[in-house]
């Protein structure tokens, strides 16, 4: 996986060069001694981030057959072909992604930058008005190492996901999200606790620690919001 999703780590425009190799070897020594690094190249995994959504899905059961579920931020695909693997051979997984992400046997992958309205137009086309099971979003903007920077990109993306699910997701269907705690993320949670029965907030094991993302799960949206 791509060293920007772990906003820590990332350098900043403002470092110097020689700041910036330390910080990126830094990552690649972490990278390459990350267990879960080990696990994914062994299970044929293509990100450790399958593990994340392993154990978030796992502890609820939220996988089913026949579901139709939409993985937002997919590539390179860790979670799709986790879900696609669970699913079997029935269900759809739809997956989009600003980045290019080779194929998938089983998941329609729709390139473009969930931002832009054509795109939602053109996941709501593949659709075809049937809604959705599961949203997921593990989408992270591209790290500049400024907060002020990043949180809001970051929040932006997921009030798009948010609509995305509050438009697509069917009544008692559960959303998935990634999170960066800071500016604007109690709020968010306020948001998702009218939309849904049960919402948690979960940290996995396969999260480093020192990256400030976190998950929430909302579980059984409701038909109205609170
Ligand atoms: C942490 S990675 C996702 C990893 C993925 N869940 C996996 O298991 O392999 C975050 C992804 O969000 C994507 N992303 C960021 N901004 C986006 C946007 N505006 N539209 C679509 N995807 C975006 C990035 O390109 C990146 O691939």
Redesign the pocket.
Known sequence: ?APH?AAGSVPSPRMSRSSRSKSSHRWLREHFADPYVKKAQAAGL??R??FKLEELLERDRLLKPGMVVVD????????SQYVRQALGDGGRVLA????EMPPLAGVEFLHG???EDAVLSELETLLEGRPVDLVLS????NMSGMDAVDQPRAMH?AELALEFADTHLRPGGAFLIKLFQGVGFDDYVRQLRRRYEKVAIRKPAASRKRSPEVYALGQGKLARMK
Not at 72 to 79: E, I, R, S, V, Y
Not at 96 to 99: E, G, N, S
Not at 138 to 141: G, L, R, S, T, V
């Open positions: 996986m999703i293509r990100s981030a399958a937002l931020g997919a590539a390179p695909g860790g979670w989009l992604d600003i980045l930058d969930f931002r593990d989408m992270a903007p993306l």
